[in-house]
């Protein structure tokens, strides 16, 4: 019982660190999916929600049962031999991108609030994922273990603040021009792009528990506190509509509020975000180079390391719009494969 609690948390903490990466800390995710569609983000939030919970845990489930080694085998379950083998050739291509965003943003977070260069920056983050890394999964979920439960105790800070506020209850009346269909597809969109971009961690994690029950478990409170989050995030967000539209970091100005020390702890806990991303792609990427290459796993994240170093050069927010409309795109395809695909599960 108690090696399954732990089992549980550990789903739990490594799904929702994995989800709620460096967009959903700074609050752009949510202005942008969910509160800047008014009175219908809260409904929104709760079928994204479901979401995350059914196909988390359909995710999950499918690695354990095909025993998957990392997300092609997924991947090939879904679409099919051939077909599998391009949309994780595509991934691969976009995960570097993606990890190369998450490189760019810690560097930016050192050079923007810490007073330290953009390069040196990149360094420290890098070599800190290396070594981290060598220790594979257990590493990933180390980090969430400390990160997330920081990040609730934030996410409880700002609700509690939020409903000190007056006009706090403005996220059920606050109007929106948007069409309601942008607002229906919006949480399918977000679900897509994220369940796509996790799937690199989920993946092997899901393949590495054989208790069916267990990942069940730890999926609906993973989704669930996902969704206590975006919800938190948006009725926030929401009473300081429209102004905060303006904002590069929209929870940044929040935080500011609660006073010096809270912030401090805001900004530590983006670039934590960032981090546990980074290394969750790294190491789903370097798993699938091993099934291509037959270099040892510490020559794979070196690489890795290096091509997203070399990538984040461009720069944070050229890297940003670029490839996250692209990805975007396919995400959409993969969750609807998701949805469509039935799986007969062996119970344990």
């Known amino acids: 019982m108690q090696k399954r609690t732990g089992q549980v948390l550990q789903i739990a903490s490594t799904y929702m660190g994995t989800i709620v990466g460096a967009g959903f800390a700074t609050g752009q995710e949510i202005l942008q999916f969910f509160t800047r569609f008014g009175y219908w983000g809260s409904i929104t939030i709760v079928l994204s929600t479901a979401l995350f919970i059914w196909l988390g845990t359909k995710m999950m489930l499918i690695s354990s049962e095909i025993r998957a080694k990392s997300y092609e085998d997924l991947n090939k379950a879904l679409f099919g031999d051939r ?196 290394i969750a792609d790294i190491y789903g990427l370097t798993l699938q180079l091993q099934e291509r290459m037959k270099w040892s796993r510490e020559m794979l994240t070196i690489g890795v390391l290096v091509i997203c170093y070399l990538a984040s050069q461009i720069g944070f927010g050229p890297l940003l719009s670029t490839l996250y409309p692209l990805f975007g795109l396919i995400s959409l395809g993969w969750l609807v494969l998701m949805i469509r695909k039935k799986v007969a599960y062996r119970r344990t």
């Open 83 to 278: 077909y599998g083998r391009l949309i994780s050739l595509f991934m691969l291509v976009i995960l570097l991108g993606v990890t190369a965003v998450m490189l760019a943003g810690a560097g930016t977070i050192f050079y923007e609030h810490w007073n330290i260069s953009y390069q040196a920056g990149l360094l420290i983050t890098i070599v800190a994922s290396f070594f981290l890394l060598r220790k594979g999964m257990k590493a990933i979920l180390t980090v969430n273990a400390v990160v997330v439960p920081v990040m609730l105790l934030f996410t409880v800070l700002v609700m509690i603040d939020t409903f000190r506020t007056p006009g706090s209850d403005k996220f059920m009346t606050l109007v929106t021009d948007y069409s309601p269909w942008a607002a229906w597809a919006s949480p399918f969109l977000y679900t897509a792009f994220n369940l796509s971009l996790a799937q690199a961690v989920l993946v092997p994690l899901g393949a590495e528990i054989r208790d069916r029950k267990t990942i069940v478990i730890g999926s609906w409170v993973g989704g669930i506190g996902i969704g206590f989050m975006l919800l938190a995030g948006h009725i926030a967000l929401s009473v300081h509509m429209p102004g905060i539209q303006q904002f590069a970091i929209p929870m940044g100005g929040i935080a500011r509020q609660l006073g010096y020390y809270v912030q401090f702890i805001y900004i530590f806990l983006i670039f934590a975000e960032i981090f546990t991303t980074l």
